[in-house]
């Protein structure tokens, strides 16, 4: 079979490249000839806040990329349709998760009518307010034959904000584990360092965390935050909050995009993985510690708590209208109290082998 992805591919760097370049391994690894049609650029550097949009992978060998489009110059698309429909796909999935890339994938999706087109819902709309989001959405989606929601919350959602013969499309996926990741047999855990992992955002709530750091020092002076990831705007923002409550010698700081062969390492030094984020659909963050055995706490969103079983494989905690520094606290001190993280990551690693790259990669098709 011939598969196509449609949607940021390597070497744009981020969650969703990172999915579909899984996702195309294991459908080459089945023996399907599989090409990426990914973006020249991605963002105009003008409305960028990170750094960088690029990175380094690992590609599978055999797979085919063809960054041809730009999502913000129409005038690209022509061209790039026209590779897509010389290649002659049997599918193509599209990447849809913003509207910012809505108006690109409505011009190919319609055009595309003798392939089976499916979309793969990683967000229905954005986590920051967005113009006409419900709109944009819907002139892409009724062009898809399939919609394939990762998570129970975006299918909610779908039925929520969209029109039945929309919603009847869909169907119920999930997010596979990443299990790429090279373990460090010399690298020792640290039994009170907590970890705060990837791009961050406002929604995300690292702000939450930090200020609960306080509480959490109170009972236990030796507990550590280490927050890795680029922050989208100023690092200023949460490093004066640091500097503010007095917890600079308890909090380690990347503030920088981390390449896949340093990931391991951040999650093997901690012993429980924060999620306080004020909204979410689902969350790579997850998968990755899952595949690594390290328990998440995570505010009690329907699309978190899909993978956490409150207190087997981590905990939740309240998160309307929105996680408290005290609850947090609380939640981390408990976790401390009960010396829970050799259960907790076991059950992690058996939960790890239900979402597997290769059940999704056969559902889609």
């Known amino acids: 079979m011939k598969i196509a992805f449609l949607g940021p591919a390597p070497p744009i760097r981020g969650g969703i490249s990172a999915f579909a370049t899984e996702l195309a391994k294991r459908y080459l690894e089945a023996g399907h000839e599989v090409k990426m049609f990914g973006f020249k650029k991605q963002y105009p550097a003008l409305i960028f806040p990170g750094k960088s949009q690029t990175a380094s992978f690992e590609l599978p060998e055999g797979l085919q990329i063809d960054n041809c489009f730009i999502p913000y110059r129409p005038d690209s698309w022509p061209k790039g349709l026209k590779a897509i429909r010389e290649f ?12 910012f890339f809505a108006p690109l994938y409505f011009f190919v999706a ?32 009724k062009h898809a034959d399939c919609i394939v929601c990762l998570s129970e919350a975006t299918r909610s959602e779908l039925k929520r904000l969209m029109p039945n013969n929309i ?18 047999d010399e690298i020792p855990r640290e039994p009170r360092t907590l970890l705060f992992f990837g791009l961050i955002k406002k929604y995300k709530g690292l702000d939450i965390l930090i200020s ?20 989208y ?7 004066n909050l640091i500097d503010e409550l007095g917890i600079q010698n308890n909090v380690e700081s990347h503030f920088r995009y981390v390449e896949d062969d340093e990931v391991a390492v951040f999650f093997q030094r901690s012993s429980l993985c924060v999620l306080p984020y ?18 998440v706490l995570a505010s009690r969103f329907e699309g978190l708590a899909q993978y956490i079983q409150d207190g087997v494989n981590g905990l939740l905690v309240n998160a309307e209208p929105e996680p408290t520094p005290e ?31 290769e059940a999704l990669a056969e559902m889609l098709l």
């Open 167 to 184: 919603y009847l499309k869909s169907k119920l996926g999930f997010h596979p584990v990443y299990d790429q990741y090279q373990m460090h």
């Open 110 to 141: 319609r055009a595309m009518k003798q392939t089976k087109v499916s979309m793969i819902l990683h967000n229905l709309v954005p986590h920051e307010s967005w113009p006409a989001a419900k709109l944009l959405a819907r002139s892409v989606l």
């Open 278 to 295: 004020r909204t979410a659909s689902q969350s790579g963050v997850i998968a990755m510690a899952m595949a690594l055995g390290v328990p």
């Open 327 to 357: 609850d947090l606290a609380l939640k981390i001190i408990e976790f401390f109290d009960t010396q829970a993280f050799a259960s907790m990551s076991q059950a992690q690693l058996e939960k790890a082998g239900q979402f597997t790259w």
């Open 88 to 99: 002659k796909p049997d599918i193509l999935f599209i990447s849809y998760f913003i509207p």
């Open 212 to 231: 609960a750091m306080p509480k959490v020092l109170e009972k236990y002076e030796d507990a550590r935050l280490l927050i890795v990831g680029e922050v």
């Open 233 to 239: 705007g100023s690092d200023g923002l949460y490093q």
